[in-house]
């Protein structure tokens, strides 16, 4: 069974671009679950989705948005890019959007933003 | 607010000694709780989790932790460590609905010969 699947995994922007993020969840899974890590606050989450639906949101400014397709894969966009952007985006997917299922975390993309 | 805190954010090892790594969580409503591990250069993957019942978990590779609510811990243990442990380690928690994961700092364990 394939795993979760981020694409691209690397990725170099400049300020005030805009970058999109792939996630492609395992087979059958609809849940989506996007998470920023940074050196600096660690592990934060982005924004979590379920059949299309966006079920919860962190607490990112709005230049941060997302959304997730019938086939449960999900993007994520960055507008006007800052160099406080730069991280590792972390994607992880799910059954369903109760915890008794395990996430399953994809690699990674990381953005540098200079 | 829900929070989570481990308290130590590097621990140095021996092969072969036993390691604790310390997690505490902060919340007002029931919680489930994770500890993740991350090796160089890849995502997240799931050691333990405790959803109820029994508040002593185990992991196929030998890590146990255990879930404390009047402590609210949920210190995670290894009784001899091998290299290949060498990693960064996550305690997380989430409520009983949706499955955003509030994450503790970190703690990267190094492990010596």
């Known amino acids: 069974k394939a795993g979760v699947t981020q694409t691209p995994r690397y990725l170099i922007k400049t300020r005030g671009q805009q970058v999109t993020l792939s996630c492609s969840p395992i087979?059958?899974?609809?849940?989506v679950s996007w998470y920023q890590q940074t050196p600096g606050q660690g592990l934060q989450f982005l924004f979590e989705?379920?059949?299309?639906?966006?079920?919860n949101k962190g607490n990112f400014p709005g230049r941060f948005s997302g959304r997730q397709f019938s086939n449960s894969r999900s993007e994520m966009n960055v507008s006007t890019l800052e160099l406080g952007d730069s991280a590792l985006y972390l994607c992880?997917?799910?059954?369903?959007?109760?915890?008794?299922?395990?996430?399953?975390f994809g690699p990674g993309t990381r953005l540098t933003v200079t | 607010a829900q929070s989570v805190t481990q308290l130590d954010s590097q621990v140095p090892v021996f092969e072969e000694a036993p390691v604790e790594l310390r997690c505490n969580y902060s919340?007002?409503?029931?919680?489930?709780l994770f500890w993740y591990v991350q090796y160089p250069n890849q995502g997240l993957q799931l050691l333990l989790k405790?959803?109820?019942?029994?508040?002593l978990v185990e992991s196929i590779n030998g890590f146990e932790a255990e879930f404390n609510k009047s402590q609210t811990s949920f210190h995670l243990r290894k009784p001899s460590v091998h290299i290949s442990d060498t990693a960064e380690y996550f305690c997380?928690?989430?409520?009983?609905?949706?499955?955003?994961?509030?994450f503790g700092g970190g703690t990267r364990v190094l492990v010596k010969p």
């Open positions: 992880a997917s799910s059954l369903t959007d109760s915890p008794y299922y395990e996430q399953y």
């Open positions: 087979s059958g899974h609809r849940s």
């Open positions: 989705y379920f059949s299309e639906t966006q079920r």
């Open positions: 919340s007002s409503v029931s919680v489930y």
């Open positions: 405790y959803l109820s019942g029994s508040t």
């Open positions: 997380a928690m989430t409520k009983a609905a949706g499955n955003k994961l509030t």
